[in-house]
């Protein structure tokens, strides 16, 4: 088995390489790749040193698997070239989504439509895995009719332009600005490019590729904010259903949702927050309440560590299941 991570210097490659080391994925031969400026560097995976290789080298080293983080540009170039040498690419960024025949997996949820036969597969928007884990069983119970989301995101899914220019702004350092304003003690109603119908591209992201994953074309509304948090991003969830529920049975059914956790004791002021996220690969929901202005209706409030589940823990858990179907080998 042998495992290539692209992107391997990045925010993200780099969490990609400690979950495949904490997961234990049975390996051969680990392979980390990244731009020409950082090749023939070292990175660390389970206490060796590897030599970093280009994409080139990469290709012509025909991994088994290649765990891309490296943008949708690199993705767009590389991946089909991966796929003709017989390696199973998994794509951290936009480039596949929604692509019509390119699986988008959320592996608690729809890991069962893969087959070998798909050989480039999609790792979705970290502020919509989260979403999904939550709404995924509620859809399946209740039918979901309508969800309003406000995302609260961390600079780190900026990557490090975005951490870095938060912490030069509460230290007042001089540094390059990657948002259009000041983040430090602010709020930026922005996450992406601005559409022409006033919709940023991450609040399209996560109304498409809800969709997509759910298979439904319930109705939904995404309001995509980012603020002055290092990790974790936290969303505020309406959810108006098609069925009345039960209180007691909805919170026991997210209870038994595998990688979700209920958190959610308001009497002793507990409630998921990033900083409880950090480092963790579940999704955490709390404040659940019946929103008393219509019929049917949930409130709650979602979060999770974006670089974890959000990103690297969900791309290493499809590495995990097609590798446990033998798709690879």
Same mark, same amino acid.
Request: aromatic share 8%; with cysteine.
């Given at each position: 088995m042998k495992i290539a991570v692209v992107g391997a210097t990045g925010l993200v490659g780099k969490e990609?390489?400690?979950?495949?080391?904490?997961?234990?994925?049975p390996?051969?031969?680990?392979?980390?790749?990244?731009?020409?400026?950082?090749?023939?560097?070292?990175?660390?995976?389970?206490g060796k040193a590897y030599k970093i290789v280009s994409l080139d080298e990469a290709v012509k080293r025909k991994p088994d698997l290649a765990i891309f983080s490296a943008g949708a540009l690199i993705s767009l170039e590389w991946a089909p070239k991966f796929k003709a040498a017989g390696t199973t690419v998994i794509d951290n960024s936009s480039a596949w989504r929604m692509h019509e025949d390119i699986p988008l997996i959320v592996p608690e949820i729809n890991g069962n439509i893969l087959t070998a036969?798909?050989?480039?597969?999609?790792?979705?928007?970290?502020?919509?895995?989260?979403?999904?884990?939550? &709404?995924?069983? &509620?859809?399946?119970?209740?039918?979901?009719?309508?969800?309003?989301?406000?995302?609260?995101?961390?600079?780190?899914?900026?990557?490090?332009?975005?951490?870095d220019q938060l912490?030069?702004?509460?230290?007042?350092?001089?540094?390059?600005?990657?948002?259009?304003?000041?983040?430090?003690?602010?709020?930026?109603?922005?996450?992406?490019?601005?559409?022409?119908?006033?919709?940023?591209?991450?609040?399209?992201?996560?109304?498409?590729?809800?969709?997509?994953?759910?298979?439904?074309?319930?109705?939904?509304?995404?309001?995509v904010v980012r603020v002055p948090v290092l990790n974790g991003h936290s969303e505020a969830v309406n959810v108006e259903f098609e069925n009345d529920f039960d209180f007691?049975? &909805?919170?026991?059914?997210?209870?038994?949702?595998?990688?979700?956790?209920v958190f959610d004791m308001p009497e002793g002021n507990l409630y998921p927050m990033p900083l409880m996220a950090a480092?963790?690969?579940?999704?955490?929901?709390?404040?659940?309440?019946?929103d008393f202005s219509q019929p049917n209706t949930l409130n709650m409030w979602i979060v999770a560590d974006n670089l974890r589940k959000g990103a690297a823990t969900n791309a290493v858990q499809i590495a995990e299941y097609i590798i446990k179907k033998q798709f690879v080998s």
């Amino acid at each position: 088995m042998k495992i290539a991570v692209v992107g391997a210097t990045g925010l993200v490659g780099k969490e990609i390489i400690n979950v495949l080391e904490t997961r234990h994925i049975p390996l051969t031969e680990f392979i980390p790749v990244a731009s020409k400026k950082s090749t023939g560097k070292t990175v660390d995976f389970s206490g060796k040193a590897y030599k970093i290789v280009s994409l080139d080298e990469a290709v012509k080293r025909k991994p088994d698997l290649a765990i891309f983080s490296a943008g949708a540009l690199i993705s767009l170039e590389w991946a089909p070239k991966f796929k003709a040498a017989g390696t199973t690419v998994i794509d951290n960024s936009s480039a596949w989504r929604m692509h019509e025949d390119i699986p988008l997996i959320v592996p608690e949820i729809n890991g069962n439509i893969l087959t070998a036969e798909h050989k480039i597969i999609a790792n979705p928007n970290c502020s919509t895995i989260q979403l999904v884990m939550v &709404l995924s069983p &509620l859809n399946n119970k209740y039918g979901i009719k309508r969800v309003v989301v406000s995302t609260y995101q961390a600079v780190s899914g900026s990557g490090n332009r975005g951490i870095d220019q938060l912490m030069n702004e509460r230290n007042k350092r001089e540094g390059e600005k990657y948002y259009p304003h000041q983040i430090d003690l602010n709020v930026i109603p922005q996450g992406g490019d601005f559409t022409e119908e006033g919709y940023t591209t991450e609040e399209l992201k996560l109304v498409n590729e809800t969709r997509k994953i759910l298979q439904s074309d319930m109705g939904i509304t995404a309001t995509v904010v980012r603020v002055p948090v290092l990790n974790g991003h936290s969303e505020a969830v309406n959810v108006e259903f098609e069925n009345d529920f039960d209180f007691y049975d &909805l919170r026991r059914l997210l209870g038994f949702m595998a990688g979700i956790v209920v958190f959610d004791m308001p009497e002793g002021n507990l409630y998921p927050m990033p900083l409880m996220a950090a480092g963790k690969d579940e999704v955490f929901v709390g404040r659940l309440r019946r929103d008393f202005s219509q019929p049917n209706t949930l409130n709650m409030w979602i979060v999770a560590d974006n670089l974890r589940k959000g990103a690297a823990t969900n791309a290493v858990q499809i590495a995990e299941y097609i590798i446990k179907k033998q798709f690879v080998s």
